[in-house]
T-cell receptor, first 110, second 116 residues
């Protein structure tokens, strides 16, 4: 049981480049989330999904897109990366209450 | 609307002393409350939760939290701190009357530093 996994662990992008972060969970959870963590800002919700084929905007959705084509996977896309998107990105999943978090992806945009 | 506040950016405590990490919340209905811990370069780990029932909730690694409805607080406590407890602690709240939405709101985190 791997829990929540994230790919890649680290990435450096140039401004304007695109990339996709992959989150996978093997716990059959309905809910999945993408957060970003910045110093002094805590965790901010980017997008979330309440089930396969559904997505919704969180607190800071601008500049990001997501897809949930399969229940176990939740993809976060950056179409045109900006330095302001330099952050640590965490994926999480849950059934109802407590969330299970992945190890994070550290993204630097130059 | 739901919100949570962690008034201290950092808490310093000596090993062996009791520790408290503060959290206050605001919800329209009744709250679900959570504490998570984040060790360096790791994701968050669930520590404990309050849903209903006893106001004193016991969790992992010897931590406990006390729900106080009148003060809208959910402070995290441990009787005797360990150096290995040094980490970032997040409080989170979800409004029970969220209409089926299971989206919690997180505080900004409190860095706990336990000195030998």
């Amino acid at each position: 049981n791997a829990g929540v996994t994230q790919t890649p662990k680290f990435r450096v992008l140039k401004t304007g480049q695109s990339m996709t972060l992959l989150c996978a969970q093997d716990m059959n959870h309905e809910y999945m989330y993408w957060y970003r963590q910045d110093p002094g800002m805590g965790l901010r919700l980017i997008h979330y999904s309440v089930g396969e084929g559904t997505t919704a905007k969180g607190e800071v959705p601008d500049g990001y897109n997501v897809s949930r084509l399969k229940k176990q996977n939740f993809l976060l896309g950056l179409e045109s990366a900006a330095p302001s998107q330099t952050s640590v990105y965490f994926c999480a999943s849950s059934i109802r209450n407590e969330q299970f978090f992945g190890p994070g992806t550290r993204l630097t945009v130059l | 609307a739901q919100s949570v506040a962690q008034p201290e950016d950092q808490v310093n405590v000596a090993e062996g002393n009791p520790l408290t990490v503060k959290c206050t919340y605001s919800v329209s209905g009744n709250p679900y409350l959570f504490w998570y811990v984040q060790y360096p370069n790791r994701g968050l780990q669930f520590l404990l939760k309050y849903i209903t029932g006893d106001n004193l909730v016991k969790g992992s690694y010897g931590f406990e939290a006390e729900f106080n409805k009148s003060q809208t607080s959910f402070h995290l406590k441990k009787p005797s701190a360990l150096v290995s407890d040094s980490a970032l602690y997040f409080c989170a709240v979800r409004d029970m009357s969220g209409g089926g939405s299971y989206i919690p709101t997180f505080g900004r985190g409190t860095s706990l530093i336990v000195h030998p």
